[in-house]
T-cell receptor
Framework: AQKVTQAQTEISVVEKEDVTLDCVYE???????LFWYKQPPSGELVFLIR??????QNEISGRYSWNFQKSTSSFNFTITASQVVDSAVYFC?????????????FGTGTRLLVSP | GAVVSQHPSRVICKSGTSVKIECRSL??????MFWYRQFPKKSLMLMAT?????????EQGVEKDKFLINHASLTLSTLTVTSAHPEDSSFYIC???????????FGPGTRLLVL
C-alpha cells in the first residue's frame, strides 16, 4: 500500500539557517509522482514541485532544492538561508499510476517555524 | 496559471442548516476535482473525487448523503454539507486537475463553523 512518512512533526530554526525536511515514501508501483506543497497560516496549499519516478535528478529553484533518491525511497526538501516567510506546514505527497494519478496520498506534514 | 478559487472562505451556520461551498478552476478546465477535509494540525483527508458530468466517488467512511458533491461543468464543483452539525466544523479544501496532467492545484479553503 502507498504511504508517505514525514517523521519531523515540527522544526524551529533561526533566520538564515539551512533546513531539510524529510520525506520517505512506500509504493509498489513503478510509475509514480512525488510532490511538495506548502501550507502557510492562511491555509491555502501552494504547489512547489512535482517529480516523476524516472527522474532522479536533483532540482534547485532559488533557495529551494530537492533530493530524490529511489534507493532510499526519499524525497527530501532543503531550504537554504531560511526566511520568516518560509514558516508554514510542508506536505510531501505521492500519486501512483495504478490510481490513474488521481489519488494524492499526503504525509502528516512538517511545521517549520523560522524565527527572526 | 492554474488558479483555483473557493467560496466562501469562511462560514458560520446554525446546526441543522445546509451549507454550499463552491470550487472553481479559473484558468483551466478541471476534468477532475477533489474535496478534502483537514482538522487542526492534521493532514488532508480525501473525501471524494468528482469528474465532470458523473457521480462523485466517495472515500470509505464519508457519507454521500451528508456531503453532496456536484461537478456540473469543467470549471465548477460544489460541496453541500447537509443538515450540518458541530462535528462537521472543519477546514474544507478543494483541488482541481486537468485531464492528462498529474498535478492537483488547491483552492484557498473554506473554514466551516457549525454552532
Amino acid at each position: 500500500a502507498q504511504k508517505v512518512t514525514q517523521a519531523q512533526t515540527e522544526i524551529s530554526v533561526v533566520e538564515k539557517e539551512d533546513v531539510t525536511l524529510d520525506c520517505v515514501y512506500e509504493t509498489r508501483d513503478t510509475t509514480y509522482y512525488l510532490f511538495w506543497y506548502k501550507q502557510p497560516p492562511s491555509g491555502e496549499l501552494v504547489f512547489l514541485i512535482r517529480r516523476n519516478s524516472f527522474d532522479e535528478q536533483n532540482e534547485i529553484s532559488g533557495r529551494y532544492s530537492w533530493n530524490f533518491q529511489k534507493s532510499t525511497s526519499s524525497f527530501n526538501f532543503t531550504i537554504t538561508a531560511s526566511q520568516v516567510v518560509d514558516s508554514a506546514v510542508y506536505f510531501c505527497a505521492l500519486s501512483e499510476r495504478n490510481t490513474g494519478f488521481q489519488k494524492l496520498v499526503f504525509g502528516t506534514g512538517t511545521r517549520l517555524l523560522v524565527s527572526p | 496559471g492554474a488558479v483555483v478559487s473557493q467560496h466562501p472562505s469562511r462560514v458560520i451556520c446554525k446546526s441543522g442548516t445546509s451549507v454550499k461551498i463552491e470550487c472553481r478552476s479559473l484558468d483551466f478546465q478541471a476534468t477532475t476535482m477533489f474535496w478534502y477535509r483537514q482538522f487542526p494540525k492534521k493532514s488532508l483527508m480525501l473525501m471524494a473525487t468528482s469528474n465532470e458530468g458523473s457521480k462523485a466517488t466517495y472515500e470509505q467512511g464519508v457519507e454521500k448523503d451528508k456531503f453532496l458533491i456536484n461537478h456540473a461543468s469543467l470549471t465548477l464543483s460544489t460541496l453541500t454539507v447537509t443538515s450540518a452539525h458541530p462535528e462537521d466544523s472543519s477546514f474544507y479544501i478543494c483541488s482541481a486537475k486537468e485531464d492528462t496532467k498529474e498535478t492537483q492545484y488547491f483552492g484557498p479553503g473554506t473554514r466551516l463553523l457549525v454552532l
